[in-house]
């Protein structure tokens, strides 16, 4: 991705446009998963704040340089902040400059899922958790070596655990 696209992508989050494009339909995209954790939409009502259902439920975005673990650099592991599933290491932590926390490898293969993602009139590749489904962001092949991935994440949706 390109420094203007990434400026453009940022402008639109920015000024909130989301009620315009509309966030994508979760039963629809994710019909046929099966889920370890698998809670009700009230179940994560109750269990999250009003900010991290809409990220982590309604695949909402929080905005740019927002977020308190972009700048975050200690040792440790960031957790799914829905279900406490382990989802990136901070070895994997790289600043990209886009304003979300950016890693080029999950912690494991099956820590988180990938999906199509064709929401805000773009074609993209959402991450979720691979535990309970909950919306991460999405995954770009534009990260550094040795993958080549940049997994763009809302900092709202990981619970960072420090190593002791």
Request: charged fraction near 25%; charge should be negative; aromatic fraction near 14%.
């Amino acid at each position: 991705m390109t420094n203007l696209m990434r400026i453009i992508l940022s402008f639109f989050l920015l000024i909130g446009l989301t009620p315009l494009f509309g966030e994508g339909n979760r039963e629809e995209e994710t019909m046929g998963e099966s889920w370890e954790v698998n809670l009700t939409e009230e179940q994560w009502k109750e269990k999250l704040t009003p900010e991290e259902y809409h990220v982590l439920r309604q695949k909402g975005t929080e905005q740019a340089f927002s977020g308190e673990y972009y700048y975050l650099k200690d040792d440790g592991v960031y957790h799914c902040a829905a279900c406490g599933n382990p989802l990136f290491a901070s070895e994997a932590k790289y600043e990209s400059g886009t304003g979300w926390p950016s890693f080029w490898e999950p912690v494991s293969e099956d820590s988180v899922r990938t999906f199509e993602d064709f929401s805000y009139g773009m074609q993209r590749v959402e991450v979720v958790c691979g535990r309970c489904g909950s919306h991460l962001g999405h995954v770009f092949p534009d990260g550094p070596e040795p993958t080549g991935d940049r997994y763009c994440i809302n900092a709202i949706s990981l619970d960072f655990k420090a190593s002791e």
